[in-house]
Structure formats: structure tokens, C-alpha cells
């Protein structure tokens, strides 16, 4: 392989004119409502009874102390003034979900004990702003079958609820493959800013639902409760949950070592390091404004079917915000990981030369660059060009009301600290 520039396609532009009033197909509206019969509002007791009831009758969660941030978390959607009865109810499905998963995580580990014995050997780690090329780096690295990687599937479901025959799909992918479907049919454009397919590698972070410290609930909901509680409380003892949940994930299928990647991992790196001590860290950098006009875009996108009225200007103000926290967090814990286990990656330099990256992050790893890595880590760059399904058409300003060199200089402590490029915005 030489020192190719990142694979690109004459692009498509897209222009998505009707964010601040957005039209409204029948698919729209009905998401807006949501199911008739599932409550728009669920106790914390609510959540557990009906996740106890998925999972046929289980009721050891574990260390309670994940109840105190569920509280705070149904409190926040309650206070969300802008939600959809649908859009609530999207999440309270998702909470009760995420707590049948913990019911089986524990169910299986109390069975199954030696599962603590697994070892989570030297896991390659990448944190790095939204939009600033993690999913391509993860879903890249992960053609290096000796990584164990997670797919989108499994993450939404780690354990299998029934035991399956030979040669027979998993209802788990059947079940993702299908909701990511229709999500993708209601946002048609949703696949050119960030693809949900189900055997994609996602994030880890969604593991952290489980001890209802994930930041993805912030991306659908305006929730500042429970974002100053996350901000206010140490998150380790919910990355050593995670790792548990590694654990279990490796014991059912293997290898042991991961390749795992977050943006909430960037303001969690003192976390992320007393968690996993031997890891290696991957953090990526970009230009903080074309984050946030990407970001948003997407976001914003994506509230016409949870969120009457949507109010662009509020979500603009919201995470331009939360960015700047997300950012100061990561400047007072970069310390936490040393030079010999940890690389900063410019966002441009990954995108003028991915395969110089790639080495980088081997060397630092010490994983080893045989041919037939090699080739097939070459395959995923030729079949996964940049702007594969089409390239957005931003307006920071015009659509979200931010400035962007107001913005370059509220966010010059990030800058100094390390040299993205600017990009047009």
C-alpha cells in the first residue's frame, strides 16, 4: 500500500431546505404521535417492571446505583418542552430496553461467574469529536479479524434471548436491520450523513446505556438535567460496567482483544484509562465548526420526527455548548494517557493520508501489518469512498444562527492545543 490520499467520488450535493419547517410525510406524523398503546410517561418502578417482563421474569440488576440517573433521565424527558408524545416514547422504549439488556448481563455473569475472568487484553480505543472521522477509522480498523469489534446489532442487544440453530440469522440483526429500515425510509438523507446499517461497527458508548451513562440520549432529547448530573459525578464505575459487559461479549464469542470507538470517550479519557489500563488511545481532531454545522445538520435532520417545533436557533445554542464542555474535558484528562500509548490524529492529515495513519496506530499497538491485513484493510478504503452517498450542503449561520468566527473564537483554548485545520464554514 503507498501513501494514497483518502478515496473520494465526484460528489452529490444535498441541500436540506426545510429544516426549521420541515415537510411532513405520513410516516412523519405517525412517528410524531407514536404507538397508542404505550404510555408517554413510565416511573423509573414502570421501566424496570417492563424490562423484568421482557426478559421473562428476571429481576437482579446489579449495583443499583444506576437507578439515581434513570430518575434524573425520565425527569429530563418530562422536562423537554419540545418532545413529541412519539419522541418520548421512543426513548422510554429504549430505557426499557437497555434495562432487560442489564437483567440478562447479570443473569448470565451470575450463571456463569468465570466471566469475570475474562481478560480484555490491550484494546485499541478511538475517541475523538462527533462527525471528526471516527465511524470510518473504527469500521476501517475492524477488517483486522484478530480485533473483536461490535457491531450495531449486537450493541442494542448483547445477549441472545433464545439459543439459536445451525446455519440460522440472528432475530437480534433481524430486529436492527429492520428498525434502522424504516428510520432510513422516513430520512432519506440520513445514509449521507451517518449510515445505520445493522452490520456496521458502532460504538461502545452504547454500552454504557446500561448504566445510563451514554451522552446518545443527548442527541435526542434537550435534556440539561441530566447533563450537568453526568458532568458532576465520576463516570469510571460505568466504564468498569462496560468492560463487564466486554467481558460477556468476548466469553460468548472471541477474540479478547477490541477495537472500540466513541466520541464520549474524549471527555472521558481518566475514565476510559482506570477502565482499561493497558489500552492504546486513538483520539481524533477536526476544526470544532465543521463539527457543529455536521453535527447539527444531522441532529436537527433527525428532530422532525421527535420534536414539534423543531427550533434550530436552540439546538445551535444547545451544542455549541455542549461541544465547548465536551472540548475542556478533553484538554484537562489528555494527560491521563502518556505519549506511548496514545495518538492525536489531525482530521486533515487523516483524510490527506489514511494509510499513514493506519501505521501509526500499528506501530503504537503493536500490532503487526501482515499482507493479508494489509489487503483487506486496503479493500474497505476502495469500497468506501468519501462522499459515497452524496455530499450536505451546510448554512451554519443561515440555518442555526452561529457565527463562525464568533465561534473559532470561543473555541481558541481547543486550537492552540492542537492545530486542525479550518475548514470553510
Given at each position: ?11 452529490k450535493d444535498i441541500i436540506i431546505d ?264 486513538v483520539i481524533t481532531h477536526r476544526d ?138
Amino acid at each position: 500500500m503507498g501513501n494514497a490520499a483518502a478515496a473520494e467520488v465526484a460528489p452529490k450535493d444535498i441541500i436540506i431546505d426545510d429544516l426549521a419547517d420541515p415537510v411532513l410525510t405520513p410516516e412523519i406524523i405517525a412517528a410524531r404521535q407514536g404507538p397508542a398503546d404505550f404510555p408517554d410517561t413510565l416511573t423509573v418502578d414502570e421501566v424496570l417492571a417492563r424490562a423484568s417482563e421482557m426478559t421473562g421474569g428476571l429481576t437482579d440488576f446489579g449495583p443499583e446505583d444506576f437507578k439515581e440517573r434513570l430518575c434524573i433521565t425520565l425527569q429530563a424527558w418530562e422536562e423537554d418542552e419540545g418532545f413529541t408524545r412519539g419522541g418520548r416514547i421512543t426513548l422510554l422504549q429504549h430505557a426499557v430496553r437497555v434495562m432487560a439488556n442489564r437483567l440478562r448481563i447479570e443473569d448470565i455473569v451470575k450463571k456463569h461467574p468465570e466471566i469475570l475472568e475474562v481478560k480484555i487484553d490491550r484494546p485499541l480505543i478511538i475517541a475523538g469529536l462527533p462527525r471528526s472521522g471516527t465511524t470510518h477509522l473504527v469500521n476501517w480498523l475492524a477488517r483486522d479479524e484478530r480485533l473483536r469489534s461490535l457491531t450495531l446489532w449486537e450493541s442494542e442487544e448483547p445477549v441472545p434471548s433464545i439459543q439459536l440453530k445451525e446455519g440460522e440469522v440472528d432475530p437480534r440483526l433481524q430486529r436492527s436491520a429492520e428498525f434502522w429500515a424504516a428510520f432510513e425510509q422516513m430520512l432519506p438523507h440520513f445514509v449521507a450523513m451517518h449510515g445505520m446499517d445493522a452490520s456496521h461497527i458502532h460504538e461502545d458508548n452504547e454500552l454504557l446505556f446500561m448504566d445510563v451513562n451514554s451522552y446518545n440520549w443527548e442527541w435526542q432529547s434537550r435534556m440539561p438535567r441530566w447533563t450537568d448530573h453526568y458532568f458532576a459525578h465520576d463516570r469510571t464505575s460505568s466504564y468498569l460496567y462496560e468492560k463487564k459487559v466486554l467481558q460477556v461479549l468476548t466469553w460468548l464469542r472471541g477474540p479478547n482483544r477490541w477495537i472500540l470507538k466513541s466520541p464520549q470517550h474524549m471527555e472521558n479519557l481518566a475514565a476510559m484509562k482506570a477502565a482499561f489500563p493497558d489500552a492504546t488511545m486513538v483520539i481524533t481532531h477536526r476544526d470544532p465548526v465543521a463539527v457543529l454545522q455536521s453535527l447539527l445538520t444531522m441532529v436537527c435532520y433527525c428532530d422532525r420526527i421527535r420534536r414539534d417545533p423543531v427550533d434550530p436557533i436552540g439546538l445551535g445554542k444547545l451544542w455549541a455548548d455542549r461541544i465547548e464542555r465536551l472540548l475542556r474535558e478533553c484538554l484537562a484528562q489528555r494527560e491521563a494517557w502518556g505519549p506511548d500509548q496514545s495518538l492525536d490524529v489531525l482530521f486533515h492529515e487523516y483524510m490527506g493520508d489514511q494509510e499513514a495513519v493506519m501505521r501509526k496506530v500499528y506501530d503504537m499497538a503493536d500490532l503487526e501489518l501482515t499482507p493479508e491485513v494489509e489487503g483487506a484493510l486496503l479493500g474497505y478504503l476502495n469500497e468506501n469512498p468519501r462522499n459515497k452517498h452524496g455530499r450536505i450542503i451546510y448554512n451554519l449561520k443561515g440555518d442555526f444562527g452561529l457565527d463562525p468566527d464568533e465561534l473559532r473564537e470561543r473555541f481558541k483554548f481547543y486550537y492552540d492545543a492542537f492545530p486542525v485545520k479550518k475548514e470553510a464554514c
